[in-house]
């Protein structure tokens, strides 16, 4: 099926999180939403972006960031991940073969869009354990896909996972968001659960990675940026905890640099 005829995914998992469905409705969005609507052969012409969602998370939930990209003149076209497994949050997180067979389908279908599309941009953006699955989706691309940019929003990953699979994919950035107060939800809690590559310890979206062992050649250290949570960005609602990566002011200001036309990094 052609590229643009296909889609944006629309349908979350059974499991969504109640928390985000509450913010949703504060924020004043809702899964029908234009920004979810079927990307234009126009928006396609200037690029994919890929967006992965929570573990928690459906599409809905990308609905904020998406409209924030959109203001801040971010023109390609959008699919978001549906994880599509009716146990919900801690199905997604530790489904490690399910979630390495999902990301070769979307490695699939992004080599389809670029052979349609060789000469427009492709960028992924993953947030808490979708920061996972866009790191397993690049790991899953031939060799003669690349992306421009790897977003990850406080990815639920152990601190010294290989990068540099990633990094060889990539023709901007690696860059990770994380944040010291996440200490719930990637502290606590991917102690208890696991992180998406099913380690037992606080993630690399509270902390950061650590630069040495993930990322084992010296060349590819300047293609990898590590941003930590500062104070100034509770003006943007994000406060440190886990679901201020939602916000639409803190994707706006953080994240859209990244997603700009003709830009790889701001």
Not at 224 to 235: A, D, H, K, T, V
Request: net charge neutral; charged share 15%.
């Amino acid at each position: 099926m052609p590229a643009q005829e296909r889609a944006l995914q629309t349908s979350g998992p059974a499991g969504q999180s109640w928390c985000i469905l509450i913010l949703a409705v504060v924020c004043g969005v809702c899964p029908g939403c234009s920004e979810l609507a079927r990307p234009t052969n126009d928006q396609l012409q200037q690029g994919l972006i890929w967006l992965f969602p929570g573990v928690e998370g459906g599409p809905f939930s990308m609905v904020a960031p998406v409209r924030a990209f959109r203001n801040d003149g971010v023109q390609a076209a959008f699919e978001i991940h549906d994880w599509k497994r009716p146990l919900g949050a801690v199905a997604n997180l530790v489904c490690y073969e399910g979630n390495r067979a999902a990301a070769k389908h979307v490695a699939a279908r992004i080599a389809e869009y670029h052979s349609e599309y060789p000469n427009s941009p492709i960028d992924l953006v993953g947030y808490s354990g979708g920061g996972g699955m866009a790191v397993m989706v690049a790991e899953a691309l031939n060799d003669d896909v690349r992306l421009r940019n790897v977003v990850l929003c406080q990815p639920a990953l152990s601190p010294d996972y290989d990068l540099g699979p990633t990094l060889s994919k990539v023709a901007g950035k690696v860059v990770c968001f994380c944040s010291p107060f996440d200490a719930f939800t990637l502290g606590l809690g991917t102690i208890v659960f696991g992180t998406m590559d099913r380690r037992h310890v606080a993630s690399a979206g509270k902390d950061g990675f650590t630069i040495t062992p993930a990322i084992a050649e010296a060349q590819s250290k300047g293609m990898f940026e590590q941003r930590s949570w500062q104070p100034e960005m509770i003006l943007t609602g994000h406060g440190g905890a886990h679901l201020g990566i939602l916000s639409a002011g803190w994707n706006g200001k953080y994240v859209a640099p990244y997603l700009r036309p003709g830009k790889t990094a701001d």
